[in-house]
């Protein structure tokens, strides 16, 4: 262990002097990684000694010449790759072993040296914990989006006409418009490309399910709330499909659905390997 030290703060002090005459990023690095390497050596010899009272220098320098591998790669990941650290994958490389585990003389055994152990897996595991888990993406605010979506039914699209509602009729699907941007192909054991198949090989299939609803805007134009049923109806080519007219009430609980940036026109399908299709 005193070799350890020794070796580390060694390297670290000279390691600091060359950094001042090598490439800023190297400089920069050089003292950090250098200590580990020397650490790494020094552990490793320290530990042969007392188990057989001699050094492994083949040993040692092997396991020199790994810390400073794996200090430059981990530096490298945190310097240029830092959206692919995480905890868990810090937690891998500070587990990675230095050293094997060593038995003494005595019967006693040391713990592995790990990655861990040294200046470099320190410094990489407060890396990791100021990193912000970006997966972790904010909550969606129901409430702040469906006061958008209200606003922007009234203020633009003249707010909602009563006066049908919970009546039921069959429309042209070309004629109602959507309010989401986007949706999703597969839903539970549905997809939106198999419904449209099965509608336009029998378009009376449509009339099996529940209308979807709708509703209409001071201007005349009709929107639903159902979205995936009218985007199949519109690949499957049908000219019919039942409806049912909702409140004003019904419309602002689902304001937050107002999305769209082509004003109803189309839909972004989403097919769940990256690859969108528009449905227009």
Known sequence: MIGLGAGALAFRLIGERLATMAPPWLG???PFVGSGGVAGVADSASFDYMRDGKVDWKKAGLAGILSVAIGFAGLGVAQYGGKLIGPAVVSKINDIPLTAVSVFKDGTTSAPKTVGDTPFGAWLQKFAGKRTDKSSSPKFDFAKVRKEGIKKIE???GGVVEGESNKSSVLNPRDIRFMQSTISNKTGDYTVFNNANTFSKNPSKIFELEPIRVWKDGKGNIWTLDHRRLGAARLA?????PVRWVSKAEVYKDAWK?????DGKSVILKNGDGTTHIIK
Do not use: C, G, M, R
Not at 237 to 241: A, G, N, P, S, T
């Open 155 to 157: 203020n633009k699209y």
């Open 258 to 262: 107002l999305t769209t940036k082509v």
């Open 28 to 30: 920069k690095w050089l």
């Open 237 to 241: 080519e049908i000219d019919k499909i």
